[in-house]
């Protein structure tokens, strides 16, 4: 079944997307995001923007995303917290890159559970070191709509400009080599335990984050089916 057919049925919880840096979950949360109707809420994201914007929280994370290293706890929570508080979460949402830690992650069960929600889909992205370094030396970003592009796999029309809105294509200073080792190293350290958290609580599903685009959202959308099929909803 494809995943045109499954989005027909109304998303009402949250569904995660787990998996280190380059894995394609920003790529594919996107687009499930979009299909559903729901907010994509990315913390690398919204911390970007905050730095872009110069605000005191940007100010504070800036020279630690800049060397590679996860943002505390409390700063992330507390801007996450204050998203969700907005109606458009009612209907469920779609998280990329958060949690991150096992703090985050139990906190954010007990957000879910107040808030009324099922149990989250969980989703591991697995991908080798290798093909992740060469994704991310080719990743150009949008500065204008987030939109995704790489020079070697998914190049835009016009090179430097993005397809959706002509917007300028960016790199992200944080994917220079050095610093994606720090970020691989984090992700090691920080956020793979989170897969055996979640494992324990019988919610982890893979996928095989090397395929094409196209071949892992295939590969989401049978996870999805399976889900409303086990739950009665998605
Ligand atoms: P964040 O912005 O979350 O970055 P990340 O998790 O490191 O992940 P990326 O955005 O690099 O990769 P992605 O998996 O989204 O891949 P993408 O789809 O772009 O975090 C950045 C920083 O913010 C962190 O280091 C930390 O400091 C801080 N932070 C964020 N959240 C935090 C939290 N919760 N707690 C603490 N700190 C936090 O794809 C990559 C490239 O591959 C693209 O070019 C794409 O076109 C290409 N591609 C995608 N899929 C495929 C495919 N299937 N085949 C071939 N190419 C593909």
Known sequence: MSMVSVARMPLNRALIFLGPPGAGKGTQSKRVAQRYGVPHLSTGDMLRDAIGR???LGQIVRPIMERGDLVPD?????MVEERLSEPDFSKGFVFDGFPRTL???EQLDRILERKGFGKPVVIDFQVDDGELLRRLSGRWTCSVGGEIYNVNDAPPKVPGVCDADGGALVQRPDDRPEVVKERLAAYQRQTKP??????RQGLLDTVNAAASVEDVGRALGEIFRRAE??????
């Not at 989170?194 to 494992?199: E, G, K, P, T």
Request: aromatic share 8%; net charge neutral.
């Open 54 to 56: 110069g605000t005191p």
């Open 74 to 78: 409390d700063l992330v929570m507390k």
């Open 103 to 105: 703090p985050q992650a």
């Open 194 to 199: 989170l897969a055996d958290y979640y494992r």
């Open 229 to 234: 099929g086990r739950d009665g909803h998605l």
